[in-house]
């Protein structure tokens, strides 16, 4: 049993640094950059949307943050600027892998 655990604590190990070195920032700074999400959006500062950092903290241990980020980030919710309703921009990418990174990152701030 003592083999079992120790085994069982390096694939969760392994796991956690495979996760986390996932996260491609540079690439998702640029698909966001590209999308204008930066417009809106800083890491820390306050503009028209929240930091992302806020973000990060706002749904830090949820399990549902990944789907619920993704969602907000495709479907172009309405949102309120200065009282103005509007569609949230969505990201420009139609692939999964890239729209994942990006949603990552940003938890990962
Ligand atoms: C025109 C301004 C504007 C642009 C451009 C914009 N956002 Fe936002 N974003 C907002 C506002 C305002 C909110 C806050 C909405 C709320 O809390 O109801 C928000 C909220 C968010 C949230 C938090 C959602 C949540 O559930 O708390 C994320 C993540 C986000 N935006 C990501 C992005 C990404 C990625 C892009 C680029 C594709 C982007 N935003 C472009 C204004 C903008």
């Not at 417009?39 to 990944?66: F, L, M, N, Q, T």
Request: overall charge positive.
């Amino acid at each position: 049993m003592k083999h079992l655990s120790v085994a069982l604590a390096i694939v969760g190990l392994m796991s956690a640094s495979a996760a986390s070195a996932a996260v491609d920032a540079d690439a998702a700074q640029a698909l966001m950059k590209k999308s204008d999400c930066f417009k809106c959006h800083s890491i820390d500062k306050k503009k028209d949307g929240p930091p992302y950092r806020e973000v990060a903290r706002k749904y830090k241990g949820k399990a549902d943050a990944e789907a619920a980020l993704t969602k907000h980030i495709t479907e172009s919710p309405m949102v309120e600027i200065d009282g103005v309703k509007e569609e949230h921009k969505a990201i420009k990418s139609k692939d999964p892998a890239e729209i994942r990174n990006a949603v990552l990152w940003i938890l990962s701030l």
